[in-house]
């Protein structure tokens, strides 16, 4: 809002405005996006908070989970409520809205962050222990899929025609997919979404890794964006990453509002509404600046909790089907809990994986050296 209210007035130098050329520039929009969206989610995090609780909006412990998961019971869920609507408010305030990255990543936001919601509604007002049936959860994440991949791979405008991925370990080459582009789009997604969605069974756990990996993200957003800097480390420059430079920020400051209600003992949970959003928002983020693979490092951890859900499941089937009984491969799965019934605290598993992903996003940033 305030890029456009102030933008003609520049331009046509009406009343000698000079001073609100700050608004021009990338880092006070950040800054400033950063700012709003914590405070956004600082004040409004109570309220939901209440209102949650009022309503009976609250977390059912999953029998899958260790037992002492049990205190958690009664706590209000749908936080992700609190995540989107402080992100979307600064984007709003912050962002140039006509720009065709950020309405990508308004409309993934809201579809995905809808998809989460119905969910947790029919789990929590309509008292549906399944919630949103799987094949629905997936077709929304396809559909989504399809569409942001047709529109990048059907863009006329060469920006926008992202059809390689840039190899970090390599200088000066790019994987070209042609069509793949579309399924692999389609994969990113719908992969992403469900492993942020499964990483969120602690307190902390998954908001402190998104917060990461949406720092290693801006980083790379904000070189990426600067002509002379993207050039200076043989980097692609993207016009539009300036823009999701903005995004990432207000991101990064949302999350941390809401990490003020949520560390242990969480006073609210992200819920579907929250890990499906917060899960299209970085891949779609990483397809925005073609670097998948950057991001496949920096959440590197997203990608073994999700394999460690996949080795039990499928070891599990496995030793079924060929002795009769089934054997579980870890005590507990996803791997954090498997850590739990290990005699380690849930606080340590937390910042543990805080530490881990801030050592992989140092990785990540340094393979900019490489190219």
């Known amino acids: 809002m305030f890029y456009h209210l102030f933008k003609p007035l520049l331009e046509n130098e009406i009343f000698g405005l000079s001073i609100f050329n700050v608004f021009q520039y990338i880092t006070f929009r950040a800054i400033a996006a950063f700012i709003t969206a914590s405070f956004f989610s600082l004040i409004l995090g109570p309220k939901f908070i209440k209102l949650l609780e009022k309503h009976k909006a609250i977390e059912s412990v999953n029998p899958h989970t260790p037992a ?69 959860k997936l077709f929304s994440q396809i559909t989504l899929g399809v569409l942001v991949a047709s529109v990048l791979y059907f863009s006329t405008k060469d920006e926008s025609t992202i059809i390689g991925i840039n190899i970090p370990f390599i200088k000066n080459y790019s994987l ?66 300036g823009e999701l430079t903005i995004f990432i920020a207000a991101l990064i400051g949302t999350l941390l509002g809401f990490l003020w209600y949520n560390i242990k003992p969480a006073q609210i949970f992200l819920g579907d509404t929250g890990s499906m959003a917060l899960g299209g928002i970085l891949s779609v983020l990483a397809i925005l600046l073609r670097e998948e693979i950057f991001f496949f490092i920096i959440g590197g951890l997203f990608v073994f909790t999700t394999l460690s859900s996949l080795i039990q499941r499928y070891y599990f089937k496995y030793t079924r089907k060929k002795y009769g009984d089934g054997v579980r491969f870890y005590s507990r799965a996803p791997i954090h809990h498997h850590y739990e019934e290990k005699g380690i605290s849930e606080e340590k598993i937390v910042v543990r994986y805080w530490i881990v992903t801030a050592l992989l996003v140092a990785i990540g940033l340094a393979t900019i050296k490489l190219r």
């Open 68 to 136: 002492s998961h049990k205190i958690k019971a009664g706590t209000p869920t749908m936080g992700g409520l609190i995540v989107i609507c402080g992100l979307l408010l600064s984007v709003l305030l912050w962002n140039n809205l006509l720009n065709s990255y950020i309405i990508i990543l308004i409309v993934t936001t809201i579809w995905l962050g809808g998809t989460g919601f119905l969910d947790d509604f029919k789990k929590n007002f309509l008292h549906q222990k399944q919630g949103l049936k799987p094949k629905y």
């Open 176 to 241: 070209h997919l042609g069509w793949f582009f579309i399924p692999f789009v389609i994969f990113m997604i719908t992969a992403t979404s469900n492993a942020v969605n499964l990483t969120d069974g602690l307190d902390g756990l998954a908001s402190g890794i998104v917060i990461l990996s949406s720092l290693g993200l801006g980083i790379m957003a904000y070189l990426k964006g600067n002509f002379n800097i993207a050039n200076y480390l043989n980097l692609e420059f993207i016009s539009n990453a």
